[in-house]
């Protein structure tokens, strides 16, 4: 079953909060690997939302510097995203 929420980009925000600051302490590495398998999601969903906004800016760029700019935002997003090992791209 694969259903698609919508959540306010604070409320994700807090969610990443919340799993950055617990502390799974125990024997069962199992959960500690899903506390961490969600962090890594949501942090990656919040990537991609950071890649879509620099997108735009180029999108809505005045002038030729400032779309010069905005691409080169974009392509630093877009690295973050490669580098945190999405398969995405």
């Not at 890594?40 to 950071?50: A, C, D, E, P, S």
């Not at 690295?79 to 945190?84: H, N, V, Y």
Request: proline residues 2%.
């Amino acid at each position: 079953m694969s259903k698609h929420i919508l959540l306010p980009v604070h409320v994700l925000d807090r969610i990443i909060d919340l799993l950055e600051c617990l502390e799974v302490t125990t024997d069962d590495p199992g959960i500690r690997d899903d506390c961490g398998d969600v962090l890594w999601g949501h942090n990656v969903k919040i990537q991609k939302l950071h890649l879509r906004d620099a997108y735009s800016k180029i999108i809505r760029a005045a002038s030729d510097d400032d779309r010069d700019d905005a691409r080169i935002g974009y392509l630093r997003q877009k690295q973050i995203l490669r580098d945190m090992g999405d398969g995405y791209f």
